[in-house]
């Protein structure tokens, strides 16, 4: 039987794992060719050059490690929760090793770009949700920073020293704790949310939550 042929997603997700597994060096023609079981023409007849190619693999990275993610937990019922979904699946271990590669090539003149954008709109996002529970813009901005900052901690740990990373129970208390950081109350300088704002935020999520699970119960 004939293999089936290759399209352009088969080779971006070749070059996605490529980069996980080596970083901007495994991604070459001749070794995804391999890799694929396939030949370099049917590489050419979708890309004009690696460029090209590497081009497309960022897209699907974007779509795929950002766009979706947050998709998914904007489904959440408020902020608190939107908050610690997005955590848990930024900090998913599969996802690690691609995340490391490109944040280290992100001087490389093709990824940074893409780089720049999807730490822009991630940091956004988190600082949307802060803005939400209170916290005035430049607080939730600098909050939004350290919560990414703490992300790009988190994913090298789990590629360079992997043993250093709780799992299970302790991995869902360490992510807690995460999340109490960020939703710290005000400092002493006056700026940010009140404590009572985000024990308003909080206490909003609890109810949200606790009406999904109503409606749930109510289904026939």
């Known amino acids: 039987m004939r293999k089936p042929r290759l399209g352009p997603d088969d080779w971006t997700a ?15 023609v001749e070794p995804l060719s391999t890799r694929l079981g396939t030949t370099k023409g049917s590489f050419y007849w979708h ?36 908050l610690r979904a997005l955590f848990v699946a930024v900090t998913a271990s599969e996802r690690a090793p691609v995340e490391v590669h490109l944040h280290a090539a992100a001087d490389h003149p093709a990824v940074a770009p893409a780089m720049r954008r999807a730490v822009a709109r991630r940091t956004a996002y988190i600082a949307a949700q802060l803005t939400a529970l209170g916290f005035d813009q430049a607080e939730a901005d600098r909050r939004a920073l350290f919560a990414y900052a703490t992300y ?69």
């Open 14 to 28: 070749a070059a996605l794992t490529a980069i996980g597994e080596q970083g901007l060096t495994g991604v070459a």
């Open 47 to 82: 890309f004009a050059n690696r460029d090209a190619l590497l081009e497309a693999a960022l897209s699907s990275w974007d779509e795929t490690y950002t766009d979706a993610i947050l998709r998914t937990v904007d489904a959440e019922p408020g902020p608190v929760a939107r």
């Open 152 to 220: 790009l901690g988190h994913i090298q740990l789990v590629v360079r020293i992997p043993e250093a990373v709780p799992t299970g129970a302790a991995l869902e208390a360490y992510l807690d704790t995460v999340l109490a950081a960020v939703l710290g109350t005000q400092d002493q300088t006056g700026t940010g949310a009140s404590s009572s704002a985000a024990a308003a935020g909080r206490a909003s999520d609890s109810s949200a939550n606790s009406a999904s699970s109503n409606r749930s119960s109510l289904s026939p």
